[in-house]
């Protein structure tokens, strides 16, 4: 027992000798979360090709999965893993499952030429919405991953980390300088918190303006961006005009306050919608993200923390898989869509003068024939069988672009029908049979898509959509599995 005591400590001095070096060595630039929660998704390796054709050179994953992980290899790309929450509770109990874990997807991908540098154990556990489910594992399971990186010889090189939302920290004032860590998650967080700083590992922190303004309509729209403001705050000598600047240092006075100033921070994930939301849309994911990308870019940091920021970009593509529970946003994240195509020009390194404001598309991407499915026009949109054919198609497909001014919120009655129809017909790899609608849907190959809304064709995937994508009942049988829409089907 204090043998293994005496070895934590010299290991933690060494790590934070290391991690100074690591922070040094990977100082700046911006790297991007690579989520696969999607139908149809785009080939490992077209996304690998993205990522380097954009220089994108650090890539966090949700989940060690095998595809992305071998595409990564000898490519010179940072990887950051992350462990799903429902292993957690595995991990925190069996040492040996997290020794196992570490040689399977660490060592093994380091040997053939991934280069890991972090593993990120859970994402968000102590978001409020899980009701404290992931309290008691998170620590448990940081501390066997860490073991198991020492004794596989790999703690130099991989840090351990957890991405927390900011709802992990608050103010009591309403300023930056009032923070603290949330009064009910307070000794779990500090327990975490030494730990990281005992081992040179660093914070990670997903910070999101846009759903401050989603949650409150009196927030001020042009603190949520970059490009200064009529709302800025002032705290004591410091002035904050974004609430980027003002969440994260809440986070370093939190860090502060505790005796923590010192630990080294990264966003996790920082990003704007394009989608599904007043506020979501491809002028608005530019603003900010281009002015996040300028305001990191000089290297001065927060007031409070000046410096490069190290952050992830959320998302690098859409995903059509995404729960829309939080808000139907949630499946367009992406700077780039499902299929890797731009969907706004940005400049991902605005402090380099050579650097170009295009972003390069995937390429080479197989799409399904030019064909989608509607309503027929000869429909009567009285029919009954109608809203409940749309419900349907809506809670099996995607309808996140039907809404109050999203993209395809000026379609007619006739249009809305047609688009979730396609929708879930794009899903099937445009199987005719997912076109029948009770005799209301019918197949064309003339675009439906309006200026501003697009009628998806799906990539070819060779048949290999998702399982649990494709509805394995047919479709009378499914009627009744379908789910509550928070859309209101309006008819004429
Ligand atoms: C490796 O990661 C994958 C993906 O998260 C997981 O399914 C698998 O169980 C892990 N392997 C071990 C041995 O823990
Ligand atoms: C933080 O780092 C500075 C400079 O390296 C040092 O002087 C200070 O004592 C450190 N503070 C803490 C809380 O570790
Ligand atoms: C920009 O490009 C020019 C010409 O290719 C090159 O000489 C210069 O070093 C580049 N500058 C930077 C900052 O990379
Ligand atoms: C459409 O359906 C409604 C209700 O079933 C019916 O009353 C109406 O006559 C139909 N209209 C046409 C043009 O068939
Ligand atoms: C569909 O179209 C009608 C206009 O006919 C509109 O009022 C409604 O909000 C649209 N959206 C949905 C999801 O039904």
């Known amino acids: 027992m204090e043998q293994r005591r005496r070895r934590r400590r010299s290991w933690g001095l060494l790590a934070a000798i290391a991690s100074l070096i690591w922070s040094v060595r990977c100082a700046g630039g911006i790297g991007a979360n690579w989520g696969t929660q999607a139908s149809h998704l785009l080939p490992p390796s077209t996304v690998v090709q993205m990522l380097k054709d954009n220089g994108i050179d650090k890539v966090k994953l949700f989940d060690a999965e095998a595809g992305p992980m071998n595409a990564l290899a000898k490519t010179g790309i940072q990887v950051m893993v992350g462990i799903p929450n429902d292993m957690l509770a595995g991990l ?96 779990p967080m500090l327990s975490i918190v030494k730990f990281l700083s005992d081992n040179g590992a660093p914070f990670t922190v997903n910070i999101y303006p846009f759903i401050s303004l989603y949650d409150d309509p009196n927030f001020p729209v042009d603190y949520a961006f970059f490009d200064g403001s009529s709302s800025s705050i002032v705290d004591g000598s410091l002035t904050y005009s974004n609430v980027f600047d003002a969440n994260h240092d809440t986070l370093v006075a939190s860090l502060r306050k505790n005796g923590f100033g ?30 996040f990308l300028r305001h990191i870019s000089g290297g001065n940091g927060t007031p409070l923390r000046p410096g490069n920021v190290e952050a992830y970009q959320f998302s690098l593509v859409d995903e059509d898989e995404k729960s829309i529970q939080p808000g139907n946003f949630e499946r367009h994240w992406g700077v780039f869509a499902f299929d890797g195509s731009r969907k706004y020009e940005l400049n991902l390194r605005p402090a380099d003068s050579n650097s170009s404001s295009s972003l390069v598309g995937a390429k080479n991407v197989k799409y399904l024939d030019r064909k989608w499915c509607v309503l027929k026009s000869s429909a009567n949109l009285s029919d009954s069988q109608i809203a409940q054919s749309m419900s349907y198609a809506c809670a099996n497909a995607d309808c996140t672009s039907l809404g109050y001014r999203t993209s395809c919120g000026d379609l007619d009655a006739q249009g809305n029908i047609s688009y979730a129809f396609n929708s879930y017909y794009q899903k099937n790899d445009q199987d005719w049979k997912e076109c029948e609608f009770s005799g209301l849907g019918t197949v064309t190959e003339k675009d439906p898509s309006t200026a501003t809304c697009k009628f998806e064709i799906m990539i070819d995937v060779g048949g290999a959509a998702r399982p649990g994508t494709t509805t394995a009942v047919g479709f009378g049988l499914s009627m009744f599995l379908y789910v509550a829409l928070p859309l209101t089907l309006t008819l004429a």
Not at 124 to 140: I, K, N
Not at 264 to 275: A, L, M
Request: hydrophobic share 35%; charged share 20%.
């Open 262 to 291: 010192n630990l080294s921070i990264i966003v996790g994930e920082v990003g704007w919608p394009t989608d599904g939301d007043i506020n979501a849309n491809p002028r608005t994911a530019q603003r900010f993200n281009q002015g």
């Open 92 to 187: 925190a109990t069996d040492e040996k499952a997290a020794e196992r874990w570490v040689s399977k997807n660490a060592s093994k991908y380091i040997d053939d030429g991934v280069d890991v540098r972090f593993v990120a154990v859970g994402n968000e556990p102590f978001l409020a919405s899980y009701r404290g489910s992931f309290l008691r594992t998170t620590l448990p399971a940081l501390q066997n991953i860490q073991a198991a990186l020492i004794a596989a010889g790999l703690s130099n090189q991989v840090k351990v980390t957890v991405p927390l939302n900011a709802d992990v920290y608050e103010s009591s004032t309403g300023k930056p300088s009032g923070g603290d860590f949330r009064t009910d998650i307070r000794d």
